[in-house]
């Protein structure tokens, strides 16, 4: 049972930025790791690059607290209505583990977590210029 002192607030989405794929003949990818710089396969051009997710965690005090997404069938879809889709899997977190207690938080337990992850896409598939969205659950676990 969840406490319900505890919660999480967006400050930053998780976003992949604009990106062209020149060749996608093979899956293709992209990886944000949480608190670095997006970097995809030569195969793809960054126009402008994505940046990782920032999650404000609060009250838990001093609970060691650990981190993760079920990627199974995460995927981000055409906004427009297409039908293109990306996959979204190895989510990563910064810090991966957490004893609030022991880490340099701030008062009452409140931590940033960063979040990245990597964007697959599926070979052969042809994606429309076009704002691809999707949604993912933060599971945290104390």
Known sequence: VADPSCNGVEVE????????????????????????????????????PGQFGVFQLSGYGTTAVWFSVDDAGTTMTDADGGTDVFDIKNFTFAPAYVDIGTQQALPGGTLMLKIGATLQTRAGETYDIAPYHGTFSLQVNY
């Open 13 to 48: 989405p998780l976003f992949f930025g604009q990106i062209v794929i020149t060749d996608n003949s093979a899956m293709r990818s992209c990886t944000i790791p949480a608190g670095a710089t997006m970097t995809c396969d030569a195969q793809i051009t960054i126009l402008n």
